[in-house]
């Protein structure tokens, strides 16, 4: 059972948010870079983008299926706010994480995505 990094996010509310959804999944995660620029001393300039690592490497593999799905939901940042309890929910969530009420009513419609695999 050994940390593994499984992804470097661009900023900390996208660290956030892969966190968040592992999560979800009951994967425990660290992140680093969060606070600290420069907190691993041995990574060259610019090489200090937030980290999301799992604390248990057997994880691994679910857990980067959930990265895989986190990389590639829609570029937006923007969240939706449920109607059902007026949680905020990141884009990429169908349901409302705190009260699973539908929360894509308005923003239904983009591109199959997910399914499009050959
Ligand atoms: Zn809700």
């Given at each position: 059972m050994r940390?593994?990094?499984v992804y470097s996010a661009s900023?900390?509310?996208?660290?956030?948010?892969l966190a968040d959804a592992l999560d979800d999944v009951?994967?425990?995660?660290?992140l680093f870079n969060a606070n600290a620029i420069g907190a691993m001393g041995d990574l060259p300039f610019?090489?200090?983008?937030?980290?999301?690592?799992?604390?248990?490497d057997r994880d691994l593999e679910r857990a980067q299926a959930v990265v895989a799905a986190h990389a590639s939901r829609p570029a937006s940042r923007s969240s939706m706010r449920c109607a059902g309890c007026g949680e905020d929910n990141p884009a990429n969530f169908?349901?409302?994480w705190n009260c699973g009420q539908d929360v894509r009513g308005e923003g239904a419609g983009r591109p199959a995505a997910a399914g499009g695999r050959p």
């Open positions: 940390v593994k990094r900023d900390l509310f996208d660290a956030r948010l009951r994967i425990r995660t660290h610019g090489e200090t983008w937030p980290e999301v690592w799992i604390a248990d169908d349901c409302c």
